[in-house]
């Protein structure tokens, strides 16, 4: 049974998560075996600090022991969890973590800039430990579904995601809500992304991306009307329509955390993660620069 320790409470996910690896209040195709969340530090918030008092009570709830310095879990944890909402957070809050040799899961988004994910990659390379970062999203059931099945579609051509992309200050364009369509476009369309172009209104982000091989992949960002998710998949032997739940999108991603401290082995690369913040950062630059061409950098 791995200990968890999670850092930063100003996110839902504090609690969805716990409740997932600690069993309460969940049903039973919703629970992951194998890790339980023992310490959580409260921490602040860059973004939404009102959100920390509402969400220490669900926490406490599960069991789980409150400190209020994060370095008091060193020690007393197998892997820590770093869940603040601003992806400008998560290089300092996980940096002793790495440093001590704590294997590492930091939510999406996983930084606000290329410099910061780099830096957080190179140390845990240094100290050997595993760190990985995604949306629930990447994991949703209809995505799996549809990669155990693509060898009956045949070559993928292209892909149209959608979902919501609302937006706010501290994780700038699709960094924010718009992090979950750019993982399940990236994960569909998988690596290779060179340029992006996109157009913005007040209800929506269109990004269009063009791959290393030619193929062309386009994400709908809404903020307007309904907000669901799904994709459309252009393949070699049909247009593949699908409507995409987020039921087991944190259940399949807390199973992959408890995987990768068994294993030791990420089922995100630190290249496509940072192919996911390129996407984002170049889809914000092309939107700055009236919906011109810009190259993903490197």
Same mark, same amino acid.
């Given at each position: 049974?791995?200990?968890?320790?999670?850092?930063?409470?100003?996110?839902?996910?504090?609690?969805?998560?716990?409740?997932?690896?600690?069993?309460?209040?969940?049903?039973?195709?919703?629970?992951?075996?194998?890790?339980?969340?023992?310490?959580?530090?409260?921490?602040? &918030?860059?973004?939404?600090?009102?959100?920390?008092?509402?969400?220490?009570?669900?926490?406490?709830?599960?069991?789980?022991?409150?400190?209020?310095?994060?370095?008091?879990?060193?020690?007393?944890?197998?892997?820590?969890?770093?869940?603040?909402?601003?992806?400008?957070?998560?290089?300092?809050?996980?940096?002793?973590?790495?440093?001590?040799?704590?294997?590492?899961?930091?939510?999406?988004?996983?930084?606000?800039?290329?410099?910061?994910?780099?830096?957080? @990659?190179?140390?845990?390379?240094?100290?050997?430990?595993?760190?990985?970062? &995604?949306?629930?999203?990447?994991?949703? &059931?209809?995505?799996?579904?549809?990669?155990?099945?693509?060898?009956?579609?045949?070559?993928?051509?292209?892909?149209?995601?959608?979902?919501?992309?609302?937006?706010?200050?501290?994780?700038?364009?699709?960094?924010? @809500?718009?992090?979950?369509?750019?993982?399940?476009?990236?994960?569909?369309?998988?690596?290779?992304?060179? &340029?992006?172009?996109?157009?913005?209104?007040?209800?929506?982000?269109?990004?269009?991306?063009?791959?290393?091989?030619?193929?062309?992949?386009?994400?709908?960002?809404?903020?307007?009307?309904?907000?669901?998710?799904?994709?459309?998949?252009?393949?070699?032997?049909?247009?593949?329509?699908?409507?995409?739940?987020?039921?087991?999108?944190?259940?399949?991603?807390?199973?992959?955390?408890?995987?990768?401290?068994?294993?030791?082995?990420?089922?995100?690369?630190?290249?496509?993660?940072?192919?996911?913040?390129?996407?984002?950062?170049?889809?914000?630059?092309?939107?700055?620069?009236?919906?011109?061409?810009?190259?993903?950098?490197?």
């Amino acid at each position: 049974m791995y200990r968890l320790g999670i850092i930063d409470f100003d996110s839902s996910h504090c609690v969805e998560f716990t409740r997932r690896f600690n069993h309460v209040g969940m049903d039973a195709d919703q629970v992951v075996e194998g890790a339980r969340v023992v310490l959580g530090c409260p921490g602040s &918030s860059l973004m939404f600090p009102e959100r920390i008092p509402e969400h220490v009570p669900y926490v406490q709830a599960c069991g789980v022991q409150l400190v209020n310095d994060p370095l008091e879990m060193l020690g007393r944890i197998d892997a820590v969890l770093v869940l603040s909402i601003c992806g400008a957070a998560h290089l300092e809050r996980v940096t002793p973590f790495l440093r001590a040799g704590v294997p590492a899961f930091v939510d999406k988004p996983f930084a606000c800039s290329l410099e910061d994910a780099q830096a957080m @990659y190179t140390l845990a390379r240094e100290s050997g430990v595993s760190l990985w970062s &995604s949306s629930g999203m990447r994991f949703a &059931s209809e995505i799996l579904d549809f990669q155990q099945r693509s060898k009956l579609y045949g070559e993928l051509h292209g892909v149209l995601t959608y979902g919501p992309a609302k937006r706010v200050d501290g994780n700038p364009g699709l960094l924010h @809500y718009g992090i979950h369509t750019t993982e399940m476009l990236c994960t569909l369309m998988g690596p290779g992304c060179q &340029s992006v172009t996109t157009q913005h209104v007040a209800g929506a982000d269109v990004v269009c991306g063009e791959w290393a091989d030619g193929r062309l992949a386009t994400l709908r960002g809404l903020r307007a009307g309904s907000t669901a998710y799904g994709f459309t998949a252009f393949c070699q032997h049909g247009v593949i329509p699908q409507p995409t739940s987020a039921r087991f999108s944190y259940r399949n991603l807390c199973a992959n955390i408890v995987e990768t401290l068994r294993t030791g082995k990420s089922p995100v690369t630190p290249e496509q993660t940072l192919e996911v913040i390129g996407f984002a950062l170049a889809a914000l630059e092309s939107e700055q620069a009236g919906g011109a061409k810009v190259y993903l950098r490197k």
